[in-house]
């Protein structure tokens, strides 16, 4: 309640959080030609041929309650709560209620958590039905599960991971219970079956558009293996490492190779004093978080396997949780990576270190303590952020100032001038639903960012542009908040 509350303030203060991105002039879009799941039923720039359940659930929202900062805001924040009670629903079957609190507690006031619960993108609604799908598959409610897959998947193409995910682990489970092979097979064809969704809408797309997947999106897949390990080990260290997030991780990582020599597990102390080997041998190449990408991957895996085989029935579901993760962590590190895409594995891999650092029979007496003490630490991180993006709450700044920005290029009437600029800039100059304009003028000449010389030049710290170190120009107007700030500057002849 007192995060709800919290959020509720923090709409009433924030009006432009987040009204540059491409969803918010979407929604709007829809809204006016009514609300539509079919790729084409709006501009193939605001789709990017993904399915569009967000766009048709935020567009019904407007039509009810208006298109309002507010209430747009205020539809993302449903979302939100609608995760948050899900989650608690989830934690609940592990019937330990120490265990739900303080893993929805440290989630609420994770950064990451909080700075995208009211924007208005679909990660937030993608991870809440992700983890839908996941309740009703423990619960056993087959039709809700395929339901949910389905809606899953109609809200991102990367829907289709919890829909393998689970497939895997059934799979996996079925093998352990000595299954027939005609049971495998029927119960794998009914828990995959709602990627025939993401099929129909790749067929639909191939008809309208012709191709399958949006060129641009394919276009940015990595072919260098390298790359794929880097930008792999930054999503896992992204999670468990960055915003004071080591405070969880670290007591994980040390009393969880406690744990394996206080149990005299000689065959697992060799192959993870092997694996720390090759991962400082190859830290060199892959960053200075390589191990610890390493080390929680071998924790975490070696719990939910143990668990798993050794644990009792509502435990097993924590290797689901794991296959989840890695297969999700692989596919963004494969593809486009940006923070905010791992809100839905999030919750998991949180939920690994803190259940078993708060069900371990040495650990458990001491460990809430450890969690009080670190409570004040995050909520410090929370509330006084460093970093200048959308998942941390230094971005209320940037939204405000966007505005200032625009305002200033109005006044000067400059709708003709050649402007170069970055994306989320470019959006609220050329797009007349991104809510920045205040005139009905249009700014004719804006690139987007394209190389190429303009009068006129809008550099910020939220799309850093390396031409600006050594621009050659007169600065006009600077606008700074926090940590955020906008320049605009004239090139010289």
Not at 135 to 140: A, D, M, N, Q, S
Not at 159 to 173: N, R, S
Not at 435 to 443: A, H, I, L, V
């Amino acid at each position: 309640m007192i995060f709800v509350i919290f959020k509720l303030f923090h709409l009433n203060v924030s009006f432009f959080w987040d009204e540059s991105w491409v969803y918010a002039p979407a929604i709007r879009s829809m809204a006016e030609i009514g609300p539509s799941l079919l790729p084409d039923s709006i501009p193939l720039d605001y789709s990017r041929g993904h399915p569009l359940l967000f766009h048709f659930l935020g567009s019904s929202w407007i039509l009810i309650f208006g298109s309002g900062f507010f209430s747009m805001h205020f539809f993302a924040l449903t979302i939100t709560i609608g995760f948050l009670f899900t989650a608690v629903a989830l934690l609940k079957t592990f019937e330990n209620d120490q265990v739900t609190f303080w893993v929805t507690l440290l989630l609420c006031i994770q950064p990451l958590f909080v700075a995208q619960a009211s924007i208005v993108l679909p990660e937030m609604l993608l991870a809440t039905l992700t983890l839908c799908s996941i309740y009703f598959y423990v619960k056993g409610r087959t039709l809700l599960y395929i339901c949910f897959g389905v809606l899953t998947i109609l809200t991102k193409e990367t829907g289709i991971l919890i829909i393998g995910a689970i497939a895997l682990y059934d799979f996996i489970k079925n093998i352990a219970e000595k299954r027939s092979f005609i049971e495998i097979i029927k119960s794998g064809f009914i828990y995959i079956c709602p990627i025939l969704a993401l099929v129909a809408h790749m067929i639909y797309l191939k008809a309208v558009f012709g191709w399958y997947l949006y060129p641009e999106h394919t276009g940015l897949i990595k072919s260098d293996i390298n790359r794929v390990i880097i930008a792999f080990s930054s999503t896992i260290k992204d999670q468990v490492w960055n915003q004071w997030r080591f405070l969880i991780t670290v007591p994980f990582i040390l009393l969880y190779g406690y744990h394996i020599v206080l149990k005299k597990n000689f065959a697992s102390i060799v192959f993870i004093i092997i694996s720390i080997l090759i991962s400082l041998y190859f830290n060199t190449f892959y960053g200075n978080h390589f191990v610890i990408t390493v080390l929680y991957i071998l924790f975490a895996g070696h719990f939910a396997i143990e668990r798993f085989i050794k644990g009792k029935e509502r435990e097993k579901i924590i290797l689901l949780f794991f296959i989840f993760i890695i297969i999700y962590c692989l596919f963004s590190a494969a593809n486009f990576y940006t923070v905010r895409y791992l809100l839905s594995t999030f919750l998991y891999i949180l939920f690994i270190p803190i259940y078993f650092l708060l069900t371990d029979s040495v650990f458990k007496k001491y460990i809430p303590y450890l969690f009080i003490v670190f409570v004040p630490l995050f909520i410090f991180e929370l509330l006084n952020p460093k970093a200048v993006n959308d998942v941390n709450l230094s971005y209320l700044s940037y939204c405000p100032l966007q505005m200032e920005a625009v305002e200033f290029l109005e006044e000067n009437e400059w709708y003709k001038e050649r402007i170069n600029t970055k994306f989320l800039m470019y959006i609220a100059l050329t797009d007349d639903k991104a809510g920045y304009r205040k005139t009905s003028e249009t700014f004719e000449n804006v690139n987007g960012g394209k190389e190429s010389r303009e009068a006129i030049y809008i550099f910020n710290n939220v799309e850093l542009d390396e031409r600006r170190d050594n621009f050659n120009g007169d600065l006009l107007k600077r606008f700074e908040m926090n940590h955020v700030w906008f320049e605009i500057w004239k090139e010289k002849e």
